[in-house]
């Protein structure tokens, strides 16, 4: 009866911190992704303004001067595009993160919810058993009276 009281208590302690790990998990996970989009992020941008400085250092005339500033613009209207697009992506992994976690929570609140109610009917059982083993052993510890010695009694205690 231990062994079972024990393996239950095991398995519910499983259960119990089944929905930490899941959520650990999901929280790893979502800050590997932001962080390796961020990464990337940073190395288009060092990139871009890498590639600026060299074509600074090119500028040899008033033309060249001219086409730099020109590419100028350019590199800051693609750059404007990079950044929303970053931030799109960034709102949706964001997005599909509390849809995950959402889910995850409701999927844990409802095995919380069930595993107490488990947890409830295992004592309930555990309690019964305890019960009748308790009743059992009074019932053998208990000396059993002879007919003859019920009535002497009766007469010493009158």
Known sequence: MQDKVFENFNEQTRQFFEPMRKLNSLMLDNMEKLSQHQMESMKRYSQMGTERMRDATEIAD???????????AEMLNELSSQMLEDARTMSEMSLEFKAQLEALLAESGQAFVDQVSQMGNQASEVAQQMGEQASEAVQKAAPKSSPARASSRRKTSS
């Open 62 to 72: 008033t033309e060249g001067l001219h086409d730099f500033t020109t590419r100028q």
